[in-house]
Nanobody
Framework: QVQLVESGGGLVQPGGSLRLSCAAS????????MGWFRQAPGKEREGVSC????????YYGDSVKGRFTISRDNAKNTVYLQMNNLKPEDTAVYYC?????????????????WGQGTQVTVSS
């Protein structure tokens, strides 16, 4: 069966870094676009990033562009989200999901598979 398992979240100070991982099983990750979205308490889901299954094109939400980087390791069937220069407003539960697109307002409610999420807390 299809499973997506996120890991790597935790507590970090502002300006710090974390790398989130999304381990996929039950399908070949290379054949799917893969994205990350996040949800903070009381807020709507927010698209963070998406990576293409074909040419490797990447897409980022404006609030994380230049700070976050999405990548994949085909041998490990894993997608990563490198998060640098973290800010308190980045605090949320982060989820990986497939498929994805750069149309964030539509995609965050239109994916087929998703994981249970990993908590990221940015605080001093």
């Amino acid at each position: 069966q299809v499973q997506l398992v996120e890991s790597g979240g935790g507590l970090v100070q502002p300006g710090g870094s974390l790398r989130l991982s999304c381990a996929a099983s039950g399908f070949t990750l290379d054949d799917y676009t893969m994205g990350w979205f996040r949800q903070a308490p009381g807020k709507e889901r927010e698209g963070v990033s998406c990576i293409s299954s074909s040419d490797g094109s990447t897409y980022y939400g404006d609030s994380v562009k230049g700070r976050f980087t999405i990548s994949r390791d085909n041998a490990k069937n894993t997608v990563y989200l490198q998060m640098n220069n973290l800010k308190p407003e980045d605090t949320a539960v982060y989820y990986c999901a497939t498929p994805c697109s750069g149309s964030w307002e539509v995609w965050v409610y239109g994916y087929d598979y998703w994981g249970q999420g990993t908590q990221v807390t940015v605080s001093s």
